[in-house]
């Protein structure tokens, strides 16, 4: 079984954010393969479901992004997950809009929600695919600080390039799946 985390923060007013786009991919992969996020536990929006040959949790944390970790722990319990068996969908400051990463493991790198997820499981070798947001311009040439940044929506110009990106991240789930971590990071990084 994998766990397959999106991180996003919960309610109408985060929906379709910059910071939500881990929640955006992880609906576009339900939609795909007809998993429900029917049920409500360990602190997180679930569902279960196949891709493929595999055996999957879809979850989406409700305790906001800098809880995540909470969810996520509880959730490795609930289903006996190892570290190694979990993929975590997140925004990206550092990476162009719409360029997308995959990593094997890492350290945080600035994000609230690895660095909730790395201290509640104790590990730092889980997965990720890391999807660009940008970052804002400085505040010198008139761009909004990044807390503004990550909780706005998307202009219409970034809207298209932010939506082939989440549909490339669920091709990247997929392949993930099915072929395995390292030849999906050779074939999409």
Same mark, same amino acid.
């Given at each position: 079984?994998?766990?397959?985390?999106?991180?996003?923060?919960?309610?109408?007013?985060?929906?379709?954010?910059?910071?939500?786009?881990?929640?955006?991919?992880?609906?576009?992969?339900?939609?795909?393969?007809?998993?429900?996020?029917?049920?409500?536990?360990?602190?997180?929006?679930?569902?279960?479901?196949?891709?493929?040959?595999?055996?999957?949790?879809?979850?989406?944390?409700?305790?906001?992004?800098?809880?995540?970790?909470?969810?996520?722990?509880?959730?490795?319990?609930?289903?006996?997950? *190892?570290?190694? &068996?979990?993929?975590?969908?997140?925004?990206?400051?550092?990476?162009?809009?719409?360029?997308?990463?995959?990593?094997?493991?890492?350290?945080?790198?600035?994000?609230?929600?690895?660095?909730?997820i790395i201290a509640s499981i104790g590990s730092m070798d889980f997965a990720r695919i890391k999807i660009?947001?940008?970052?804002?311009?400085?505040?010198?040439?008139?761009?909004?600080?990044?807390?503004?940044?990550?909780?706005?929506?998307?202009?219409?110009?970034?809207? *298209?390039?932010? &939506?082939?990106?989440?549909?490339?991240?669920?091709?990247?789930?997929?392949?993930?799946? &099915?072929?395995?971590?390292?030849?999906?990071?050779?074939?999409?990084?």
């Open positions: 079984m994998r766990l397959i985390i999106g991180l996003g923060n919960p309610g109408r007013e985060y929906s379709g954010t910059r910071h939500n786009i881990g929640f955006t991919v992880l609906g576009e992969l339900a939609r795909r393969h007809g998993i429900n996020f029917d049920k409500r536990c360990c602190h997180s929006r679930a569902g279960e479901g196949r891709i493929g040959e595999h055996q999957v949790v879809l979850a989406k944390p409700q305790t906001y992004m800098n809880l995540s970790g909470d969810s996520v722990a509880a959730l490795m319990r609930k289903f006996k997950i *190892k570290p190694s &068996e979990i993929l975590v969908v997140h925004d990206d400051l550092d990476l162009p809009l719409g360029k997308l990463r995959i990593r094997s493991s890492g350290s945080a790198g600035g994000h609230n929600g690895l660095k909730s660009g947001i940008g970052r804002p311009e400085t505040a010198m040439s008139g761009g909004r600080d990044i807390v503004d940044h990550v909780l706005s929506g998307f202009d219409p110009l970034d809207r *298209k390039v932010a &939506e082939e990106a989440v549909d490339r991240a669920a091709d990247v789930i997929e392949a993930v799946l &099915e072929l395995g971590l390292e030849t999906a990071m050779n074939r999409f990084n």
